[in-house]
Each structure stands twice: as C-alpha cells, then as structure tokens.
C-alpha cells in the first residue's frame, strides 16, 4: 500500500485521568472565583496574566520539558489532557498558550543553554509571553518568500520590515521569528531565513493593532527598525530554518485546540433542545458527536505517536485538515438545527450570543498556523503525488 | 497501511492474496473463485475466529478478529466471513458449538425482531440480513418473554426472499414462521439486540475502512499513471487536494472504527462509552464511505465505472455496508438521544472518558 497511515487506538493512562481531575477542580475554583465565564468564549480579558501564574504554579506549563529548565518531564498525553481541559472550559490561555506548545520546544532544541536558563523557568512559572513571527505583508501560506532582513553587524544582528497577522504581539515578552539572513539560491528557494529569540517591548519594535472581524485585537502588526538582536538569540542554523520548521507542524497542528475552537456552541445546543430531542435534534446532535469523537480518537493518537519519538506530520496534518473545516462548520450545523428549538429554552439567549462569536470567528480557523491548502499540500506530498 | 503483526490477519491476508485478488476476481464472470476461498477460509479455522475451542472454533482474540475484518475490508471480501464470525461469536455468547460451514445473523436490523414463543418455536421477519442466501445456518437473537435468547436455526426452516445490497452481495429477507431451532439457550444477563447491533456495526465499520484504505492505494497509485493534459494528473492541485480529502475520511474511517474494535475487546460491559466508540465507528465510517468513495470515482473519471475496474468492489460494498445493522442515521438518532439524555454538562466528560 502506498500510504501508510496510522492511528493506533493510544488510550490515556490512568494517571492521566487523575490529572484531568486535578484540572478540572482547578477551573471549577477559577469560574467560581470570577477569573471567567466559561459561557463567553468572546469576553475581553483574554489575557490573564494571574490565572497564567496559578496555572504554572500547578506545574501545568512546559510539562514534558526537563526537571533542570522548570519543566515536570511528564508525558505529551498528560499534557494533551490539560490542553483540552483547559479548551473546553473556554479558559484565557492566550498569555501561555504560544510559549508553551511551541516556543519553549524551539528554544529547547535551538536556544544555547545560558538562554533556556533564562527564559524556560519563566515560561514554566506562567510569567512570559510568546508571540510567532512568520508572516509578512507579502508572505503568507508561502513562509520562504519572507523579506524581512536580518542584516550582520558587531556582536549580532539589525533586523528590518515586518511581520503581521501576529498573535498576541501586543502583549508578548518575546517573539521566534524568521527573518532573511541571506537569499535563497537557485537549488534551494528555502534557503537563506533564520530563526531568531526576540526580546519585545524594546524600542525598535513597534506593535501596532489590528481590528478583527469578531470585534477583537488578537492579532498585530510588527514594525522592526534597525532592531539590534544579540549573536547569541540564533536559534538554529544561519540560513537554515527552513530544516527546522517541518518537525514543529506536528505539535502544532495535532492538538485539541484544532477542532475544539468552537466547541462551546455544541454544548449549548445540547442544553437547548433538552432531554428529549426531536428525530431531526437527535440525529443532528448525534452526528456532531461522533464526528468530535472520531477527531479526539485521531488526535490522541497523534500524541501517542509524538509520545513513542515519532515525527507523525502527514497524520497530524489530517487531524487539522479535518478538525479545522470540521470545527468551522460546527456553528453553520448547530444554528441549523437551533432553528427549531423552544422559545423558552432558558439558555436560547446564551446560545444566540455565542453562535454570533463563532460564526463571525469560524472564517479563521481553516487560516492560521497553516490553511487548508498548505496541509492538503503536505497531505500529497506524504502520499507521493508531489 | 496497518501491516500485519499477528498470525490471524497474516493467514487471512496471504489468503485473500491468494485467492480473492479483486482484479481476479472481477475478471470471473463465474463466481468460480467462491468456493476455493471459503475453503481456504475455513482450512485456516478463521470463519470461526470468535468461537473459543471448546465450542468448535479457533478461539482468536476479539482484536485479531477485529483486525482480520479490517483485512477482509482491504480485499473486499465478498464470502460470509464477517457473517460468520459475528454468527458464531453471538452463539458463543450462549455457548452454543458453531456448525461448520457459512452462517448469518438474524436479525440484521435493529428494526426487526424475532419472537420466541412459549412453544419453544421463533417467528418473525428480518430485512436485510446479508448472505443469507448462501448460509447452511442462522444464530438468531429472539426476544421471548423472559428476555433473550440465542438459537441456532438451520437455513431449510425459513423463508428466503433473495435480494441484493448496492454492492451486489446477498442482502436477503428471511422470514421465521414457528421454526423450531437446533438449539436454544438463554443469552447472558445484559446481552440485548443492542449490543448484537453495535457488534455488527463496528465489524462492518472495519470493512469499510478497510475498503477505504484500498480505494485510497488505488486511487494514488491509478494517478501517478493516468495522462491527461501532458502531464500525471497526481501533479493537478485539484487532484491532490481530493486525494488528500480522501486520506482524511480514510484515516477518519481507521480511527473510528480501529478504536472502537479496541473499545469492545477491552469492554466489561456495553455501557455508555462503548456505545459511543461502536455508534460513533459506523455513523463516521458510513460518512466517510460517502465522501471518500466520491472522491475515488471522480479521480478515477469513466474507467471507474466500468464493470471491468476493480474500484467499483470497493465503493459499493463500502456503500452496501452502511446499511447493515444500523444506518449512520439510525445510530445517529441513537447517539444523540443518549447525549440529549445525559445533559449538555456531561457531553465532554462523556468524550474525553477514553
């Protein structure tokens, strides 16, 4: 067969389900002590630097990293079960979310050691944040036409141009970016970009807001001029990102955070329609459900794999693909099937409100951290048609 | 794909390799191949993976039987293995000795039912019931007033109205009317047609997957061959990005149905979150039959829907096979009422419980 794709059935040990309880107790106490509404997944306080601190109290932020960096060295599945805990509560991860699924595994691989010293304590205790800096004005979906340049001088490097469509940038310790050290050759059109520790909230940086169409400032603009970034903040080799990046996708891209963005409005629609549903609600509800399930399943799975030392990129590419269309379908299918329910369905107004959020965040979510295009491209290439 | 790492599917692939290759057997315009397999088959002891030894079987594990399915699917097998070992995995339950020679189940819906009378005697009519046509025996789940029983009924004592599934495959009417079985014991505390359904469900949620992973190969690989345009058209985005949909809903298909097949060999009992993997397996391998399945006919243009392709064994038989023992939108129903039933705040724990 010319695809071998797998997705072992990986079940959670034990241990895990006594952390998920442990996670679960923690967000009870956090909803009733008002850190946030798990109902409003649109509240503004998406940044919540206390709560980001008691979570790395918990010893919840760089779980699978080592003892000597803060880290608890436990397993990619425990932390899976705190990732979707956390998602499903509709918790504001947003201060450490970046940092610790990404950010502090590059700086783990790539950093020099004076630096993970530094910096990974910190991500651990809940303190920093973490912004990604890939995209540009011109350079989207298509990383390795980035311009932004990184230019040598004494001791390090002046960096000029800019990023956009950066997460958190507003609210970031720092960034990992790639900017263009050298240009591509001919053989090789990847070539050339480097990735780089960036410290912000420096002059040089300028961070400026962009509005988006759910009425929220989540993502940014980053002007860098004659920005002075240190020899030692390289991360990885000079003009080589590009060899780096492909084994990050399958952290990125496999997580429960990829088809649960939009859960929240499942749950409501099932509070809506009652204990008795019609046929149509039943069997609308019913397929969702097993849809969610089968993701979970795959995406479990993936961890497994990540768990064994494998580089699982074409499964967890599927598990985006999918849990992305599938999570930006989820608000169209539940508004469908709301269309029936009670007027006095006591939660009708809270799922009005959330369905407006997740229709109006829906168009994103099959955009960021790699389009559909860009994984159904990684898919062929994994099954030898590129 | 998964390569084989136990001797059941070893066998049963070298078998299948052997004797029910698909382009072989779709040259063969006299079924003449049906005969030597099930021979094969049978030599080997894996129609009755299911049944333990003392009651006439092989006595494999419920996960090598599950995974020998998932084989079957990748050749698309089109004797009554599956049947037969879910026929003599359900008179084990009774520890009723399984005959030799093909078996089917009755019912094969959940909407039928048969009846045991006080006499002793079952009555009633199941749809659908596939192979019937070509098995020697029944093992009937009935409904009698003391709860369930299961029964091994020979094939002479019912009425078989033939017909056939959109995969060409006997998908028969058979109707009991006051037929006396073979034998006939109580089915354990808590077996119902339920569990007999999701059983069936998620044995037939491994062929389809299985069958998806093969249209899958034949789909790439048919690609990489076919010239149009003065170039593969593997190289046309339009078509890598259908094939890379195709991997999706056949690795969607492997997930669910691989999942609850481990759910079910683990399982104490069928509670709530067995229900959940075996229904949640057929709803989305059903789905993904639809979707998937498309795809690999556009890919494959005309020539796919020749009688002379071999794609056409798979697509329909994955197609067939939703129907059996519980459409996706039976289950579906199903599945939402349970969630319905449990509350919105019990959803997530009920998913994130495996």
Known sequence: MTAALRFDPIRLPEKCEQLRKEVRAFLAEEIAAGTFDPHKPNREDTDAPEFSRRVGAKGWLG??????????????LERYVVTEEMRVANAPTRRFFVADRQSGPVLIKYAPEHIKMEILPRICRGE???????????????????????????????????KIWTSSAHIADYMIAIFRTSQPTKENRRHGLTQFLVKMKQPGIQVNPIGQITGQYEFNEVVFTDFFVPEDHVLGEVDGAWKQATSELAYERSGPERFLETYYVLTELVRAVGPNPDTRSAEGIGRLVAQLHTMRRMSVSVAGMLQAGKEPVVEASIVKDIGTVWEQQLPHRVRDLAAFVEETATNRETLERQLDFAIKTAPKLTIQGGTTEVLRGIIARGLGLR | MAE??????????????????????????????????????SEAGLPLSWVPDDLGGSGASLADGFALLNAAGRFAVA?????????????????????????????????????LAPDGSLSGRARGVPFAKAARHFAVLAHGKDGFSIALVD????????????????????????????????????????????????????????????????????????VAFEKKISKFQAVQHNLARLAGESAAALAAATSAADAIANAKS?????????????????????????????????????????????????????????????????????????????????????
């Open chain 2, 155 to 226: 094939v002479s004592k019912g009425r078989i109205e033939s017909g056939l599934n959109v995969g060409y495959d006997h998908s028969d009417t058979v109707t009991l009317d006051k037929v006396q079985p073979v034998t006939i014991k109580p089915a354990p505390k808590e077996f119902d047609q339920t569990t007999m359904m999701l059983m069936g469900g998620v044995a037939r949620s491994l062929q389809i997957a299985g069958a998806l992973e093969a249209m899958l190969d034949i789909s790439v690989r048919y690609s990489n061959e076919r």
């Open chain 1, 128 to 162: 920093i944040c973490f912004a990604i800096g890939m995209s540009e004005p011109n350079s989207g979906s298509d990383l390795f036409a980035a311009k932004t340049r990184a230019t040598k001088t004494d001791g390090g490097y002046l960096i000029n141009g800019t």
């Open chain 1, 63 to 76: 779980m699978t990293w080592p003892k000597k960096y803060g880290g608890q060295e436990r397993s990619f």
């Open chain 2, 4 to 41: 084989s790492d136990n001797i059941v599917v070893e066998t049963a692939e070298k078998i299948f390799a052997d004797l029910a290759d698909p382009q072989t057997i779709n040259n063969d315009k006299k079924n003449s191949w049906q005969a030597p397999l099930w021979q094969a088959l």
């Open chain 2, 270 to 354: 069928f509670d709530d979150e067995v229900y959940l993997e075996a229904a949640s397996a057929k709803i989305r391998c059903a789905e993904a039959a639809e979707k998937g399945g498309g795809i690999a006919h556009q890919v494959h243009g005309a020539i796919g829907f020749t009688n002379e392709h071999i794609l056409h064994r798979y697509s329909l038989r994955a197609l067939a096979w939703r129907d059996d023992f519980g459409s996706e939108s039976h289950w579906a129903v199903e599945l939402g009422k349970l969630v319905a039933n449990r509350g919105a705040d019990e959803l997530w724990p009920l998913v994130a419980s495996r």
């Open chain 2, 79 to 115: 004797v009554p293995l599956a049947e037969t070992m879910l026929a003599g995995w359900l008179l084990a339950q009774a520890k009723i000795t399984s005959p030799e020679g093909e078996m089917t189940v009755l019912p094969a819906s959940p909407k039928d039912r048969i009846t």
